[in-house]
């Protein structure tokens, strides 16, 4: 594994984080949520009621990351999936859930239905380089409220490796981890190995969603881990200043993380920093603009400094094709992010900045994350790797080739991307010119094409339809 690289110097990176225990302690959160508030108060916070909003001393704050779990993984229903949330991991998921489906070959755009999220499910499940299966489209054939809950049953039955879901309020995440208890195999069985992790996201500036609230009870309650991801956006929800963007930004990861460990002391929990940019001419959140690494490397630093897991968003474009805009935006600040020492990548499968999901573009997101962990493990020196002995062997004008040691190790030291073009000219017009696009394309029929993954147990399936069916009758009686 490679060394990780630090972009801010010590100095800078503690004031930066000076800057955000100020803000913290001065400005405070709004929290509407008269239990939490409560809470925290008896903590040792400021709290003022009426107005709902919170100021957290700077003790607080350290108290809550000294005590927050600095590692936890997740766990697929096959054993031999498993997502290690700690430093030195490299983890992508595919996308939680995106309102449109884009079809690149005919560069159209259309609402996708349970069937979508099937196949996108299903495909992420066959490429290797996923780690953690979001649905990537959110199926718009269901009802609005319960959408999740549906979203993670197809989750859990279709796939063995951990999942990843939007959760709209705390009565879905009740319903959701009941569905994840009876795959695991009770409450406490998912505490142990949980299937997924809650994910809340303050709103900027400094608030939460009462809704993302309960979401963060319902998990603290239950044992599971939870990450913190506001979007602070650099020039509307943030200060057009990074520095600014990204003192806000900490400040409410932050708070999250405060609140989750006067729930739970050692709750765990992942540091997502993913501030965004808005371009100025445009007035659109930005993707794949090079701030995107520059933030995110800065985020993933100070979240290891705390000893926590990261979450960046990189590896994401502002085009809406997989076309060389794409593949120059997502590999730049894919990069940046990874050797800065993030421990996950979201989401892979998106095409533009929230523009929609794309099949083709999560294939290719799959062998941007072969090459990236082959880049990461970089390469060992050793006295058999410098293979004096070989090049002694061998000699003047001879071919390593055929060698013996060639064949031990060629496998090991160089990568095999079979979606990349390498062919020379000729063999490449011989088999019909493809593009990466039309690569991809024939690679995602291909994987989708293989068997699925085992069913659950016919008295899991059974379970599971009884209770998306209640929670859709509760959620939809209004």
């Not at 695991?184 to 142990?192: K, N, Q």
């Not at 993707?287 to 000893?307: L, N, T």
């Not at 099949?359 to 941007?368: G, K, P, S």
């Not at 020379?424 to 593009?435: F, Q, Y």
Request: charged fraction near 20%; charge should be negative.
């Amino acid at each position: 594994m490679l060394p990780r690289w630090d972009i801010l110097p010590k100095e800078d990176l503690e004031r930066l984080q000076a800057a955000s225990y100020q803000v913290l302690e001065r400005v405070g959160v709004r929290v509407p949520h008269v239990a939490v508030l409560e809470r925290l108060a008896e903590a040792g916070a400021t709290a003022d009621l009426e107005r709902q909003v919170v100021r957290l001393p700077e003790r607080l704050v350290l108290w809550s990351l000294d005590r927050a779990g600095k590692e936890h993984i997740l766990y697929g229903r096959d054993p031999g999936h498993r997502a290690h949330f700690a430093i030195g991991s490299a983890l992508a998921m595919s996308s939680a859930g995106q309102f449109a489906l884009v079809d690149p070959l005919n560069r159209t755009r259309r609402q996708p239905g349970r069937d979508d999220a099937l196949r996108a499910i299903r495909l992420a499940q066959a490429l290797p380089e996923i780690d953690v299966v979001g649905a990537l489209a959110e199926p718009a054939d269901t009802p609005v409220h319960g959408r999740d809950v549906v979203t993670h049953a197809l989750l859990v039955r279709h796939s063995t490796k951990p999942v990843a879901g939007w959760i709209h309020n705390g009565a879905s995440a009740r319903w959701i981890l009941e569905i994840l208890a009876v795959v695991a195999g009770g409450r406490e069985a998912l505490a142990a190995r949980p299937l997924t992790e809650g994910f809340v996201e303050p709103i900027s500036p400094l608030q939460f969603r009462p809704e993302g609230l309960e979401i963060l009870v319902t998990f603290a309650q239950w044992g599971l881990p939870v990450g913190f991801g506001p979007m602070v956006m650099a020039m509307t929800s943030g200060p057009a200043t990074l520095a600014g963007t990204l003192a806000l930004e900490n400040a409410e990861v932050l708070a999250g993380i405060v609140i989750s460990q006067v729930l739970r002391p050692g709750l765990p929990v992942t540091y997502w920093g993913i501030p965004h940019v808005v371009d100025p001419a445009t007035a659109m959140i930005s993707f794949g603009a090079p701030e995107q690494g520059i933030m995110a490397a800065v985020m993933a630093q100070i979240g290891r400094s705390y000893g926590l897991p990261v979450g960046v968003n990189v590896g994401l474009t502002d085009s809406k094709l997989p076309d060389a805009q794409a593949g120059l935006e997502k590999a730049s600040t894919l990069y940046m992010g990874a050797l800065a020492g993030a421990t996950i990548f979201g989401h892979m499968g998106i095409a533009g900045a929230d523009q929609g999901a794309c099949l083709e573009q999560l294939v290719i997101d799959n062998a941007m994350m072969a090459d990236l962990r082959r880049s990461l493990r970089g390469l060992s020196v050793t006295d058999d790797t410098l293979a004096l002995d070989v090049i002694e062997r061998i000699g003047i004008g001879g071919s390593f080739l055929g060698d013996m040691h060639t064949r031990q190790h060629y496998r090991q030291e160089i990568s095999i991307n079979r979606l990349s073009d390498r062919l020379p000219w000729e063999s490449w017009v011989a088999g019909g010119s493809r593009d990466m696009l039309q690569r991809a394309a024939r690679e995602a029929e291909r994987l989708l094409s293989l068997p699925p993954a085992p069913s659950l147990p016919p008295e899991q399936e059974n379970e599971i339809a009884a209770l998306v069916d209640a929670a859709l009758k509760e959620l939809n009686a209004a």
